[in-house]
């Protein structure tokens, strides 16, 4: 593979119900991303990670969860779905700092 | 606060027509923009990048420029699979991620 898969392509979960969201790089980037996209309020920032074992808050961190325990792997956790976290979850990888971003093909994930 | 604005919110062409999309931003000390271009259904997926004022990058149609408050992106004699949304970002302060305008939704038609 090259570049960044995201799995599953789309979900539909209970309110109340875990779930999480995996994100798998390989080009080897040092800092990846979760971004969630919502109709009318754009990307915006869940958590970061600059490099492997070190992660931090965005703009939206409240009700998930990640961690980065090898360079390649970010997941995304849910620790109990509500229905305003359904949306498009991208993750995003790449150099760090000011550098461009390349992102996943998205998951798609509906809280009911 | 940095801030992203992006103008207009949607626009529509016909095949050929030539237009520019906007840009514009409110960050202290501009480190980077970054133009993105998004099908519907996918992930963003990365243009250009422009660090000073006065910098160019063109790619097929698509050129990007960039002053000190904004930058343009002008789409030359487009066509139907110009259609996509284009997105622009520029680093937070704190270098930690991107903040991402709403977006400008261009369709080409035939």
């Known amino acids: 593979i090259a570049g960044i898969t995201q799995a599953p392509t789309s979900q539909i979960l209970a309110a109340g119900r875990r779930m999480t969201l995996r994100c798998t790089q390989d080009m080897r980037h040092n800092a990846m991303y979760w971004y969630r996209q919502d109709l009318g309020l754009g990307l915006r920032l869940i958590h970061y990670?600059?490099?492997?074992?070190?992660?931090g808050k965005g703009e939206v961190p409240d009700g998930y969860s990640v961690s980065r325990a090898n360079t390649d792997d970010f997941p995304l956790t849910l620790a109990s779905a509500v229905p305003s976290q359904t949306s498009v979850y991208f993750c995003?990888?790449?150099?760090?700092?000011?550098?461009?971003?390349?992102f996943g093909p998205g998951t798609r994930l509906t809280v009911l | 606060e940095d801030q992203v604005t992006q103008s207009p919110e949607a626009l529509r062409l016909q095949e050929g027509e030539s237009s520019s999309l906007n840009c514009s931003y409110t960050?202290?000390?501009?480190?980077?923009l970054f133009w993105y271009r998004q099908d519907p259904g996918k992930g963003p997926e990365f243009l250009f990048t422009l660090y000073s004022a006065g910098e160019e990058k063109e790619k097929e149609r698509l050129k990007a420029t960039l002053t000190k408050k904004e930058s343009f992106l002008h789409i030359t004699a487009p066509k139907p699979e110009d259609s996509a949304t284009y997105l622009c970002?520029?680093?937070?302060?704190?270098?930690?991620?991107?903040?991402f305008g709403k977006g400008t939704t261009l369709s080409v038609s035939s």
């Open positions: 995003a990888s790449g150099s760090g700092g000011d550098r461009e971003q390349f």
């Open positions: 990670s600059n490099t492997a074992g070190t992660t």
């Open positions: 960050v202290s000390g501009l480190r980077g």
């Open positions: 970002a520029v680093p937070n302060q704190a270098g930690t991620a991107l903040i």
